[in-house]
């Protein structure tokens, strides 16, 4: 069974980088696209980014000048970097895999248990 | 992009039938056949519902259905039990340019 382990930094003052990484174990990590999505406090979900072992990455336009997501595939492991931050980007951060059962497809089947992230001087 | 636009919360008591509204744009809703549906219970992560418009994955209860008709889509579930208070959120695919926007969330309370 695919299960998602994230960790990274929760605690950042504004204009550092974010960084987090999500391994991936007991699945293929080849064939499918990976995703970032986040949730602010009370609010709701947005999709960051994603990224595929032969695409490049692909943002949240309204990220995109900040973030950088990229693929380790010798460790199963994808890492989500947002530089600049702010208040604005105090969130939940989630990995996903973009699937529906073992398929690939234009869902968010398997969701890593999340990352507080907290911007405060 | 802005979210797709749902109902901040609906209602009903045990045995009742309810539905979440999801309304989107012809760049996301309305121009494909990729809106998903998750479950939200706090503190939890998002577990998928519904996926393809109306596709139900593999152990989620039959109750839950969904559809879609021009930019709007819908989460119908039935026979509402206690369990299935939580929030719900829609996500549709939006192209190659947007990708994937969700929708605002809906709290289901079950009375």
């Known amino acids: 069974q695919v299960q998602l382990q994230q960790w990274g930094a929760g605690l950042l003052k504004p204009s550092e980088t974010l960084s987090l990484t999500c391994a991936v174990y007991g699945g293929s990590f080849s064939g499918y696209y990976w995703s970032w999505i986040r949730q602010p406090p009370g609010k709701g979900l947005e999709w960051v980014g994603q990224?595929?072992?032969?695409?490049?990455?692909n943002y949240n336009s309204s990220l995109k000048s900040r973030v950088a997501i990229s693929l380790d595939m010798s460790k199963n492991q994808l890492s989500l970097e947002l530089s600049s931050v702010t208040a604005a980007d105090t969130a939940i951060y989630y990995c996903a895999r973009n699937s529906v059962g073992t398929t690939p497809g234009k869902a968010f089947n398997i969701w890593g248990q999340g990352t507080m992230v907290t911007v405060s001087s | 992009q802005s979210a797709l636009t749902q109902p901040r919360s609906v209602s009903g008591s045990p045995g009742q039938s309810v539905t979440i509204s999801c309304t989107g744009t012809?760049?996301?809703?309305?121009?494909?056949?990729?809106v998903s549906w998750y479950q939200q219970h706090p503190g939890k992560a998002p577990k998928v519902m519904i996926y393809d418009v109306s596709m139900r994955p593999s152990g989620v209860p039959d109750r839950f259905s969904g559809s879609k008709s021009g930019n709007t889509a819908s989460l119908t579930i039935s026979g509402l039990q206690a369990e299935d208070e939580a929030d719900y959120y829609c996500?549709?695919?939006?192209?190659?340019?947007?990708?994937?926007?969700f929708g605002s969330g809906t709290q289901v309370t079950v009375l």
């Open positions: 012809s760049s996301d809703v309305g121009g494909y056949n990729f």
């Open positions: 990224i595929n072992h032969s695409g490049g990455p």
């Open positions: 996500c549709s695919y939006a192209g190659t340019y947007t990708f994937y926007v």
